[in-house]
């Protein structure tokens, strides 16, 4: 047997052939939706979102009210998915869940408030959007993530109880957790192999202690070259100087040591590049600043819940609800009831199942083996059906023949020859072919004449009896 040929969508397609790398394959991938009461907001939202995570992230999924969370997760082996972003809105305001596929943990922000990129763009003066930035993953820069629970409202350390020592431990166990996934959000960064060329952006989260939120903030990095002259910096970035009010070129470059923006920069900017980067003027070992553009959206949340499964799992932390010893015994005993009752319905269904396939298989045989039977009854009864048509019709045929001899002694009154309705075997009727042949028109007159009397006279016969 041959081999299949491709079709024509799958020839075209290259990435068919071609396997990804395997920092690609290990790189996390999420999804972003949206869930709950519909709005403009939150779907833009959804879409700014999807931008912080590029490229890593679906970023033209199409989704459905019909489509499940088991929809999302399902497919999420396939596409090495690992985190999904759920963004739902309420009456009461608006959440993020934070999700580690396939099996939790899920957090729960409550967001506070937030603002949309195209907002966050058109306040700002100077703007620098571009698409290039977009197509390598951002560096994450957390802020107050360690140690934050056991400083007061003034950033200053106190000496506390034991039992707001377990609070305290308790609580940084959660803030561990929540930097440790925003963290494993985005790819690991292998210092001595990056290229600084590639890192265009910065994700930076900030925690306040005082009331336990978190600033979510999107920017765009920009590293310019310090240490020239305005018209020397723009010469080196491959920038037309403007020579409309300088009588010399010289006096271009002389004018000003330092350039008006380079003036206002902070020393803390100011970095020694290990190597050179693909913009102008910044060479390796040389210094440069580094300054960031905010490309939003602009978030600020707190944390809520913190659930051990994936959205129906074990609550672990929350903000607002404290429960005591008995009463979460009591929720673990009715969660392992309910575990043991979903346990046996599906042993059940699983056992409905496979009596149902073997039923499947048992009406199969049965209906081939009717069928059988049925075609074997239906052969012989068609040949008793020929056989019986045969006779019947070799009857009739006979019959036919013996009224039309009957109807001919009637009406002529002679009998008739053999040969004038006997009918051959192969069911065709013998021409009838007389004795003589009239050899003249007059003599055919006469032995029409000649009949017509006969027929006459036996009539006459007939009447005179009567």
């Known amino acids: 047997m041959g081999r299949r040929k491709k079709g024509k969508c799958v020839r075209k397609n290259k990435q068919m052939d071609s396997q990804e790398p395997d920092d690609l394959v290990r790189a996390p991938h999420s999804f972003v939706i949206h869930k709950g009461i519909p709005g403009d907001h939150i779907v833009e939202l959804t879409k700014d979102f999807r931008r912080v995570l590029e490229p890593f992230t679906a970023s033209s999924l199409k989704e459905r009210k019909k489509n499940s969370i088991k929809d999302f997760v399902s497919v999420s082996s396939v596409l090495h998915v690992t985190h999904m ?24 922000f409550k967001i506070i408030n937030f603002t949309l990129a195209r907002d966050v763009i058109s306040a700002i003066k100077k703007q620098m959007v571009f698409e290039e930035a977009f197509k390598n993953f951002p560096l994450v820069i957390m802020n107050n993530f360690s140690g934050a629970a056991g400083k007061d409202e003034d950033n200053k350390d106190y000496v506390k109880g034991d039992d707001e020592d377990d609070d305290d431990k308790a609580h940084d166990g959660h803030i561990k957790l929540m930097a440790t996934t925003f963290q494993n959000m985005f790819p690991s960064i292998n210092i001595t192999k990056i290229n600084l060329s590639t890192v265009r952006r910065c994700v930076c989260l900030n925690y306040n202690p005082a009331d336990k939120s978190i600033d979510f903030r999107h920017y765009a990095i920009k590293v310019v070259p310090v240490g020239l002259s305005r018209g020397v910096k723009k010469l080196v970035q491959a920038k037309i ?5 300088c009588q010399d070129y010289s006096e271009f470059l002389s004018k000003g040591t330092l350039s008006e923006s380079e003036a206002e920069d902070d020393l803390v900017s100011h970095v020694t590049l290990s190597q050179e980067l693909s913009s102008r003027g910044n060479h390796a070992k040389g210094k440069s600043a580094i300054r960031l553009y905010e490309l939003g959206p602009r978030l600020t949340m707190q944390l809520i819940k913190v659930e051990d499964g994936l959205l129906d799992g074990k609550v672990m932390f929350h903000e607002h609800i404290h429960k005591t010893e008995e009463e979460i015994q009591a ?21 409905n199942k496979r009596k149902k396939e073997e039923q ?3 009406h199969k045989e ?9 075609k074997e009854t239906v052969k012989n009864e068609s040949d008793i059906l020929l056989r019986k048509f045969a006779k019947e019709s070799y009857q009739e045929t006979k019959q036919e023949d013996d009224d039309d001899a009957q ?14 309705f006997q009918k051959n075997t192969a069911g065709k009727r013998k021409s009838y072919t007389p004795n003589y042949k009239p050899k003249n028109k007059k003599m055919k007159q006469n032995n029409n004449d000649e009949a017509k009397f006969k027929r006459k006279k036996v009539k006459f016969s007939k009447d005179v009896k009567k």
């Open 360 to 362: 499947k298989q048992e």
């Open 241 to 245: 100087p403007n020579l409309a009010k």
């Open 366 to 374: 049965k209906s081939l083996e009717g069928m059988k039977k049925k």
């Open 331 to 351: 929720i673990e005993k009715l969660r392992e009831k309910k575990k043991r009752l979903k346990e046996k319905r599906k042993r059940i269904q699983e056992e």
């Open 85 to 108: 972003c759920i963004f739902s809105r309420t009456e009461l305001g608006m959440y993020m869940k934070l999700c580690r596929i396939p099996r939790g943990p899920t957090l729960t």
């Open 407 to 420: 109807y001919y002694r009637d009406e002529v009154g002679e009998e008739p020859d053999k040969d004038l």
